[in-house]
């Protein structure tokens, strides 16, 4: 996208396209507007910076000539005209100039970035760990758990029929002794 608009080269391409926007609404008022009637003129210009219309150099400079105009006039008082509004620090913008603030913020989220990944690098490292050793836990316990329930029942149902089988062994000792006497 060109960022070249009407004279000024603006440093991204949402303020280029901002500043066609409100190139556009210039022209659409310069054609609608009475340039012989100051009255319908205050009232266009006060709008203007009420809704805050213009924002760009380009719609800055457009509200600087309809001040001058305004300010010219015999007809308008000078206490009616609105000042305009600048809404960018230029101070900020200086200072973040001369101390390459640009590039210490874009090292520092790089940095920050780096760092977060690390750390979620090691927790996600124990979180898996942890659950290993879980489950390794829950595979050698005694008791019955939804990992090992299925060789709990078979291992307590075998021992039970262990224990019958010897009985019953018993009980037939007992019984052949008995029955030879």
């Known amino acids: 996208m060109e960022r070249n608009v009407d004279g000024y080269h603006f440093s991204c391409d949402e303020d280029a396209k901002m500043a066609q926007e409100e190139l556009k609404k210039i022209n659409l008022i310069s054609q609608k507007l009475n340039a012989n009637n100051p009255q319908a003129t205050l009232l ?14 380009i719609g800055i ?4 000539s309809l001040q001058s105009y305004l300010l010219k006039s015999e007809a308008i008082n000078p206490e009616d005209i ?27 989220d790089t940095r ?7 750390f979620s690098l090691f927790f996600n490292i124990v979180l898996i760990v942890m659950v290993i050793a879980m489950f390794v836990i829950a595979l050698k316990a005694d008791n019955p758990n939804i990992i090992n329930y299925k060789n709990a029942i078979v291992n307590e149902y075998s021992a039970w029929e262990q224990d019958l089988t010897e009985r019953e062994n018993i009980i037939r000792e007992k019984e052949s002794e008995l029955n030879l006497n």
């Open 44 to 57: 266009v210009y006060n709008k203007c910076i009420q809704s805050n219309q213009f924002t760009t150099p």
């Open 61 to 64: 400079d457009y509200l600087k």
């Open 82 to 108: 609105l000042d305009i509004p600048i809404r960018i620090s230029y101070a900020d913008a200086l200072e973040l100039k001369s101390n390459n603030r640009y590039k210490n913020l874009e090292k520092k």
């Open 112 to 118: 920050d970035f780096r760092v977060q990944f690390r």
